[in-house]
């Protein structure tokens, strides 16, 4: 199944739904996060729109809590920000894990703030997120894929110049609208083997990111079962799994985002999202 959230010209509040063919079908629940947590599926609701006449938003438009990121999780990638920064190139040993605040969450179509004046930076991350269904804590890796809900797209935009000045990772991963989502979350079932998805990304129209999941070093259940241990994962955590090589900083000469950029971000079997950069 295909869940979104979403909202009309008539009542901007967003409600939870399920893509069927060209209409969204509203579903009982004040949220998807409300629709995760009670671990059943869900009853239709009458209520039905086509999808030309809604607004889509992130499918979790407030998570609970910050969103868990991990870095440094291709090799190639690896490789690209050791030689941006003229370091080692040593493949981390054990996943990497940081954190998004909830107020960088964006819609698959929203614009996205530049934030002239803080940051000169700005660069792109497509992304494979998870969204955990089943509460759980010391997750074996054998076990760790039953506690999926479902799979979406994110893009971890991130201000370069921030990351590095501030050494710790946060600050130049939580600006405000840094972190566009969805457009839908596909059902773990659905979606199949996480580790056989293309995730691209092309700024204007031109192919910056095209690899696939296949590379990442530590796969979906080895995260889980790192990230679980000893931390307790609930309904509607969102974990991001990392970027492929591509991105602006590893480019030469470098590139960044600026006001009126396109990004299109995409994951095979969930679809593609599409953010303008603007002065907001």
Request: charged share 25%; hydrophobic share 40%; with cysteine.
């Amino acid at each position: 199944m295909r869940y979104a959230s979403f909202s009309l010209a008539s009542d901007p509040r967003p409600r939870p739904g399920i893509i069927d063919n060209h209409r969204v079908i509203q579903l009982e629940g004040a949220s998807l996060l409300e629709v995760i947590g009670t671990g059943e599926r869900p009853s239709q609701g009458t209520p039905s729109y086509p999808l030309a006449e809604i607004r889509w938003h992130a499918p979790i438009p407030r998570p609970a809590k910050n969103i868990f990121c991990v870095g440094r999780n291709y090799a190639a990638h690896v490789k690209e920000g050791a030689a941006a920064y003229n370091r080692e190139a040593k493949l981390p040993e054990v996943p990497v894990f940081f954190t998004k605040a909830p107020t960088t969450v964006r819609g698959p179509f929203d614009d996205l703030p530049r934030h002239d004046g803080v940051t000169e930076q700005l660069d792109w991350e497509v992304e494979l997120a998870v969204i955990i269904g089943r509460t759980g804590r010391n997750i074996s890796h054998a076990d760790a894929l039953s506690h999926v809900f479902g799979y979406t797209v994110l893009n971890d935009i991130t201000a370069r110049d921030l990351q590095q000045r501030h050494t710790q990772w946060f600050k130049g991963k939580s600006l405000d609208g840094s972190c566009p989502m969805g457009p839908v979350v596909v059902t773990a079932d659905e979606f199949g083997d996480p580790q056989a998805k293309r995730v691209s990304l092309r700024v204007n129209g031109v192919t910056k990111q095209d690899a696939t999941t296949a590379d990442m070093i530590f796969p979906v259940a080895t995260l889980i079962e790192w990230l679980s241990k000893g931390l307790t994962l609930e309904p509607g955590d969102i974990i991001a799994t990392g970027t492929p090589e591509g991105v602006g900083m590893g480019r030469t000469p470098q590139e960044w985002l600026h006001a009126g950029d396109i990004l299109e971000t995409e994951v095979e079997g969930i679809g593609v999202m599409r953010n303008r950069i603007a002065d907001l």
